[in-house]
Protein backbone atom coordinates (compact mmCIF):
# COMPACT_ATOMS: atom_id res chain seq x y z
CA UNK A 1 0.00 0.00 0.00
CA UNK A 2 1.03 3.43 -0.97
CA UNK A 3 1.72 6.16 1.50
CA UNK A 4 3.00 9.73 1.06
CA UNK A 5 3.01 11.33 5.24
CA UNK A 6 3.69 15.38 4.95
CA UNK A 7 5.23 16.78 8.37
CA UNK A 8 6.63 20.28 9.03
CA UNK A 9 3.74 22.69 8.74
CA UNK A 10 2.97 25.00 11.44
CA UNK A 11 1.67 28.46 12.66
CA UNK A 12 4.55 30.82 11.72
CA UNK A 13 4.62 35.22 11.45
CA UNK A 14 5.26 36.64 7.97
CA UNK A 15 8.86 36.23 6.65
CA UNK A 16 9.46 33.08 8.48
CA UNK A 17 10.12 29.80 7.08
CA UNK A 18 9.11 26.44 7.09
CA UNK A 19 10.80 23.10 5.80
CA UNK A 20 7.75 20.71 4.88
CA UNK A 21 9.23 17.27 4.15
CA UNK A 22 7.29 14.27 2.68
CA UNK A 23 7.54 10.36 3.31
CA UNK A 24 6.58 8.02 0.72
CA UNK A 25 6.12 4.03 1.57
CA UNK A 26 4.85 1.49 -0.21
CA UNK A 27 6.65 2.18 -4.00
CA UNK A 28 9.68 4.36 -4.77
CA UNK A 29 9.21 7.49 -6.61
CA UNK A 30 12.83 7.99 -8.13
CA UNK A 31 11.90 7.62 -11.72
CA UNK A 32 8.79 9.40 -11.27
CA UNK A 33 7.63 13.45 -10.61
CA UNK A 34 6.87 14.25 -7.21
CA UNK A 35 4.80 17.31 -5.94
CA UNK A 36 4.11 20.07 -3.52
CA UNK A 37 -0.10 21.31 -3.86
CA UNK A 38 -1.97 23.65 -1.68
CA UNK A 39 -5.62 24.35 -1.00
CA UNK A 40 -6.51 27.54 1.23
CA UNK A 41 -9.60 27.96 2.32
CA UNK A 42 -12.38 28.07 0.02
CA UNK A 43 -10.34 28.30 -2.95
CA UNK A 44 -9.53 25.14 -5.40
CA UNK A 45 -6.23 23.31 -5.42
CA UNK A 46 -3.51 24.60 -6.96
CA UNK A 47 0.15 23.67 -7.94
CA UNK A 48 2.81 24.91 -5.86
CA UNK A 49 6.30 22.82 -7.03
CA UNK A 50 7.27 19.99 -8.88
CA UNK A 51 10.64 18.03 -8.98
CA UNK A 52 11.79 14.56 -11.32
CA UNK A 53 15.14 13.09 -11.45
CA UNK A 54 16.65 11.16 -14.32
CA UNK A 55 20.60 9.92 -15.11
CA UNK A 56 20.21 11.94 -17.88
CA UNK A 57 18.73 15.39 -16.81
CA UNK A 58 19.71 15.36 -13.13
CA UNK A 59 16.81 16.86 -11.24
CA UNK A 60 14.22 19.19 -13.31
CA UNK A 61 12.15 21.99 -11.13
CA UNK A 62 8.97 23.45 -11.82
CA UNK A 63 7.13 26.53 -9.84
CA UNK A 64 4.10 28.45 -9.57
CA UNK A 65 5.22 32.04 -10.13
CA UNK A 66 3.69 33.06 -6.85
CA UNK A 67 6.61 30.70 -4.79
CA UNK A 68 8.86 31.31 -7.50
CA UNK A 69 12.30 32.51 -5.69
CA UNK A 70 10.78 32.20 -2.21
CA UNK A 71 10.61 28.08 -1.96
CA UNK A 72 12.65 25.10 -2.98
CA UNK A 73 11.69 21.70 -3.79
CA UNK A 74 14.45 18.51 -3.28
CA UNK A 75 14.08 15.15 -2.71
CA UNK A 76 16.28 12.47 -1.63
CA UNK A 77 15.83 9.09 -3.81
CA UNK A 78 17.94 6.98 -1.17
CA UNK A 79 15.09 7.82 1.31
CA UNK A 80 12.19 8.44 -1.34
CA UNK A 81 11.27 11.68 0.77
CA UNK A 82 11.01 15.01 -1.22
CA UNK A 83 10.90 18.56 0.67
CA UNK A 84 9.60 22.02 0.44
CA UNK A 85 11.71 24.21 1.63
CA UNK A 86 9.58 27.59 1.90
CA UNK A 87 11.16 31.19 2.81
CA UNK A 88 10.08 34.73 3.26
CA UNK A 89 6.21 33.33 3.58
CA UNK A 90 3.38 35.27 3.32
CA UNK A 91 -0.47 34.90 4.81
CA UNK A 92 -1.52 33.81 1.46
CA UNK A 93 0.36 31.05 1.56
CA UNK A 94 -1.22 29.79 4.33
CA UNK A 95 -3.42 26.85 3.18
CA UNK A 96 -3.37 22.69 3.49
CA UNK A 97 0.32 21.39 2.01
CA UNK A 98 -0.05 18.51 0.14
CA UNK A 99 2.62 15.95 -1.00
CA UNK A 100 2.12 14.24 -4.57
CA UNK A 101 3.58 11.69 -6.55
CA UNK A 102 3.39 9.11 -9.44
CA UNK A 103 3.34 11.38 -12.51
CA UNK A 104 5.01 10.64 -15.68
CA UNK A 105 6.18 14.57 -15.61
CA UNK A 106 6.65 17.76 -13.70
CA UNK A 107 2.97 19.18 -14.41
CA UNK A 108 1.59 15.60 -15.05
CA UNK A 109 -1.01 13.78 -13.52
CA UNK A 110 -0.17 12.77 -10.19
CA UNK A 111 -2.10 9.11 -8.88
CA UNK A 112 -0.64 9.18 -5.43
CA UNK A 113 -1.68 11.74 -2.35
CA UNK A 114 -0.81 12.92 0.95
CA UNK A 115 -3.33 13.88 3.66
CA UNK A 116 -2.00 17.27 3.97
CA UNK A 117 -0.20 19.85 6.28
CA UNK A 118 -1.79 22.92 7.84
CA UNK A 119 0.46 25.85 6.86
CA UNK A 120 -0.81 29.12 8.34
CA UNK A 121 1.36 32.61 8.20
CA UNK A 122 0.09 35.55 10.57
CA UNK A 123 0.96 38.87 9.53
Known amino acids: QVQLVESGGGLVQAGDSLRLSCAAS????????MAWFRQAPGKEREFVAA???????????DYADQVKGRFTISRDNAKNTVHLQMNTLKPEDTAVYYC?????????????WGRGTQVTVSS
Open 100 to 112: AAGARDLRGKYDY
Open 26 to 33: GRTFSSDA
Open 51 to 61: ITWSWIAGSRT
